[in-house]
């Protein structure tokens, strides 16, 4: 991994651990018990990399995939990926001719797709099998309840179609005072109790996500899709005053954001440093210049109120990020040089900083922070 980070011709890159990964997917797997896993690996994987962290999974053992568009199962495939591949988002404007190109299960929220799909199986003369997902509280995509009924029956009426899962995406799991989940649970099970009129029995039913997998058992499902956990985090839970936390097993964040140190000055009291000269030294400073900027996923927002890691010290983020540079506070850090590693994200011997804590500083969630890592940002990939 070192030998790696030192070949960079720019010394900004995110490390890996697999190994991580791994320990993840066994803490998943001992959760979900006899439920089957879906790794989710939408936006390049959380930003982890679609491609390596799929096969590394692949070859755990994970039952599913799921994705947000063809682009990113058509990559998955490419690279060898052979498990099942659900289409989170649906189809959006792709031919349907990809379903049967490269395998892939289509996510169904409204009658009007169903007779594209049947036109598609007709032309290929393959059947087409999909997930249908209800709308039970999100709000976004997914069938109405009060439209199943209408749903069901047309269903019925068409040829080449597999109605193979059924599915709902929880709004707020990790909320354990607010009611919603259950409300969500209640009328996920209305409808699954009328399929058995429509004599339809999918195969795969699945609700949780990675906060319903830490907190529920109750769940009438054979497959969890899990996210975050896979790569370490998990949205903090809300819980009643007075009730203790859950016992829950300890994951590892896969990721750690790094640069180096590429220059060093020692500048006066009262230096204007940055764009807009919004921080001046209080006092003889010595300021390191640090190759990585908004760009590359370090948000603006953190001008004058992040920090990082330096020589196992933290060390204060100064003046405003820009574009491709950073300026760091390292006056009271001993024997600072060029070169030496700066952690954006991730631990030394003493000090850590992870995802979770940029996003509670900028008003986010974990996710955003790691997804944010720009493409430019080489990733390293250690066993």
Known sequence: MVSAAVQLLRPTWAEISLSAVR????????LAGARRVMAVVKADAYGHGAVPIAQCLAACGVDWFGVATVEEAVELRGAGIEQPILLLGGLYMSDP???????????????????TYEECARRYRQPISFHLKIDTGLGRLGLPLDRLQHFLERYQQLEGLELTGVFTHLASAEDLVASQTDEQLSRFQYALRQLPWYKIEPAWVHISNSAALL?????????VRIGALFYGYSLPLIL???????????????LAFKSRVIFLK???SGTPLGYGAVFHTR???????VPVGYADGLSRALSNRGRVIVNDHYAKIVGNISMDLTLLDVTDIPGVEVGDEVILIGRSERCSITALEVAAE??????????????????IYAD
Do not use: M
Request: aromatic residues 6%; positive net charge.
């Open 362 to 379: 900028l008003n986010t969630v974990p996710y955003e922070v790691l997804c944010s890592i720009g493409k430019r940002v080489p990733r």
């Open 240 to 254: 009643p005053p007075g009730c203790p936390a859950p016992e829950i097993p300890q994951f590892r964040p896969a």
């Open 215 to 223: 907190t529920r058992r109750d769940f009438p499902e054979n497959l």
């Open 23 to 30: 320990h993840n997917y066994a803490r998943i797997r001992e």
């Open 266 to 268: 020692d500048v006066p």
């Open 97 to 115: 001719a990809d379903l049967i190109h490269y395998r892939l299960v289509p996510t169904v929220s409204s009658t009007a797709r169903l007779e």
């Open 283 to 289: 006092r003889p400073s010595r300021i390191a210049t």
